[in-house]
């Protein structure tokens, strides 16, 4: 395709709004999501979107060096709230890091129903938006991974797939649909569906 691609840090602490992040948004429209620990056994998510703009998402919170690597393979410019101290120096000397940082931007909003700092959010249309005004339009220079359709396996060799990131609150589970040849997604044993 021959749209940009943009991506956001989204937060993942297991407490219910309005304390924490879950449900999030934006994540079920993203095409590719990287799941990865930030501190004390709480994992954060790096959404990537070409094709299908959410509408919403969110809660955005702070970069992390491993979504800075990930962001800087794609070039893809990177919404968050800040970072860590190790994350913010990879943005100063990288001088290539497309940045859209909060703290730089009106883009973002505070939304009423959640409570701080759970509460940061970005429309899909607005990071857009943003992505164009800062010249950052084009379409990848990457070479895309390569896909095809596939067809349903006969015999399914993982019908289940388990990620357990620090405990009970970040286990990731796929779970295999022959219907559909894709995996459902469940964390903490509850289906892991968007807010919106």
Do not use: C
């Not at 990287?34 to 979107?49: D, Q, V």
């Not at 709230?81 to 505070?110: E, M, P």
């Not at 009970?168 to 022959?178: I, Q």
């Amino acid at each position: 395709t021959d749209q940009p691609i943009m991506s956001s840090v989204i937060e993942n602490l297991a407490d219910p709004a309005p304390n924490g992040a879950r449900p999030q948004s934006g994540l079920s429209s993203a095409g590719v999501v990287y799941e990865a620990l930030a501190e004390g056994g709480i994992t954060r998510y790096l959404a990537l979107w070409q094709a299908d703009v959410p509408l919403d998402i969110g809660p955005v919170r702070s970069l992390r060096p491993v979504f800075f690597d990930i962001a800087m393979e794609y070039g893809a410019p990177v919404g968050h709230a800040g970072g860590s101290t190790d994350a913010l120096n990879a943005i100063r000397n990288s001088g290539t890091f497309k940045d859209l940082d909060y703290n730089v931007s009106n883009s973002f909003r505070r939304v009423s129903s959640r409570y701080g700092p759970h509460n940061l959010y970005i429309y899909g249309k607005a990071l857009s938006e943003l992505v164009t005004a800062k010249g950052w339009g084009d379409p990848p220079t990457f070479s895309p991974w390569p896909r095809k359709d596939d067809t349903p396996a006969e015999t399914v060799t993982a019908s289940v797939i388990t990620a357990n990131f620090s405990g009970p609150l970040y286990k990731a589970t796929f779970n295999y649909d022959k219907a559909s040849n894709s995996y459902s997604r469940e964390i903490a044993g509850k289906a892991d569906i968007d807010a919106n």
